[in-house]
Nanobody
Framework: QVQLVESGGDLVQAGGSLRLSCTTS????????MGWYRQAPGKQRELVAV???????NYADSVKGRFTISRDNAKNTVSLQMNSLKPEDTAVYYC????????????????????WGQGTLVTVSS
């Protein structure tokens, strides 16, 4: 019912920049927290940045000062601006959202669920 689709991944040299975008589809009552995660080859998935419905942000220490997360509540989208990229930033980047859907109309029942995108590959060469 609800889907997230990432875009913007590319091959870039160290020191370069990329902007990732995530679009949502489906019937969504509200999106609470949205975030970006990444998974490097042979590594576990890790949190990169999150942003609340009130636009409060948190970043992994490894990306602070270099990455910026933002959201457009009217369009239900989230973006990640990545500057000063390093080879260790190479990974598949995944969009994540904590969404609220209307499970039933009469009586109205709301349900929270976590949704993931399929990922977009970012490769940073040295």
């Amino acid at each position: 019912q609800v889907q997230l689709v990432e875009s913007g991944g590319d091959l870039v040299q160290a020191g370069g920049s990329l902007r990732l975008s995530c679009t949502t589809s489906g019937t969504i009552f509200r999106i609470n927290t949205m975030g970006w995660y990444r998974q490097a080859p042979g590594k576990q998935r890790e949190l990169v940045a999150v942003i609340t419905s009130g636009s409060t942000t948190n970043y992994a220490d490894s990306v602070k000062g270099r990455f910026t997360i933002s959201r457009d509540n009217a369009k239900n989208t989230v973006s990640l601006q990545m500057n000063s990229l390093k080879p260790e930033d190479t990974a598949v980047y995944y969009c994540n959202a904590d969404v609220v859907i209307l499970a039933t109309i009469l009586p109205p029942v709301y349900r929270s669920l976590e949704v993931w995108g399929q990922g977009t590959l970012v490769t940073v060469s040295s």
